[in-house]
């Protein structure tokens, strides 16, 4: 099951959605909700506490979501966090966040720190944030296989652990053959695909990587 999960960042980050498939499971967090309405897009969920949203809109939202999950504004976890559990819970295998950057700073760390938690906990699902800019992942060590992409020109790597061991590139313009990294590395910033298809590998760690276009 594909799942997006739309929050409300700033509207200015947030892609072109007509270019992502139709037949997806979609959850709207808080302000996100209100911007899948714009678009006419079915929710299948609504996950937050709602207090940036007039009454006149949560009404609006009680008639157009099946699921509505609603929570006080004091709570441990952001309302990301539990879209995203509970996605995870629901059978995703592949799930994409967007409004997730942008704004305040705190929130789009926040954000970014899913991606490590899944990236630990549950490693044969794929999440991803999905702005209008950037596509950004954690992977753990392993092999991958990475495709040329029109729309993201640049690809980076950077350590999201206190190391990374063995890191090679192949098929990129700046190569690298079994490379360690330390936590404060930006040697892999900017990289480029050469060939239609590259790939990259490492022993150990957790790398995030960013496909970013100007």
Known sequence: MIVHIMAGGPKQYIPDLEKFP?????????????????????IYAAFGDFDSISQVELHKMEEKTGIIKRFKPEKDETDMELAL?????EGATVIRLFGA????????????????????????????????????????????TIDRMSEYKYISFFPYSTKIVGLTLEGFKYPLVRRNLPASSTLCISNELI?????????EGILMVIRSCD
């Open 85 to 89: 559990l509970w996605a995870i819970k």
């Open 101 to 144: 950057t942008g704004g305040r700073l705190d929130h789009t760390i926040a954000n970014l720190q899913l991606l490590l938690r899944s990236a630990i906990d549950n490693q044969n699902i794929e999440v991803e944030i999905i702005d209008k800019q950037n596509s950004v992942a954690v992977v753990q060590a392993g092999a991958y």
């Open 195 to 203: 060939r239609e298809t590259g790939t990259f590998s490492f022993d």
């Open 22 to 42: 139709k037949d997806v499971c979609w959850i709207g967090v808080d302000r996100g909700v209100m911007y899948l309405m714009e678009k006419s897009i079915p």
